[in-house]
C-alpha cells in the first residue's frame, strides 16, 4: 500500500485529551471532604437559651412557695 491509501475501516487518530483517573479520584476525594465537614456542621447543635433567672448552680430566683404546677408527658414504646 502507498502511504497515501489508508484502510477505509480504520478509523483516523484523533488526538484524545483525557483527565487522568489519578485528578478525577482526587475531585472526588475532595468532594467528599467537602460534603462531610458541611453535614457536620449543620448538625452540630446550637446552645440553648437560659432562662433568664436560672443560675449555673441550677437553682431558680424567685418565691420557694410559689404555686408550680408540672406536666411531663412521655411515650416508652
Known sequence: MSPRR???????????????DWLIAVGIGVAVVIGVVVLFTLQTPQAAPRASGVTSAGKTKGDPNAKLDLVVFSDFK
Open 6 to 20: 489508508t484502510d477505509p475501516k480504520s478509523k483516523p487518530q484523533t488526538p484524545t485529551r483525557r483527565i487522568p
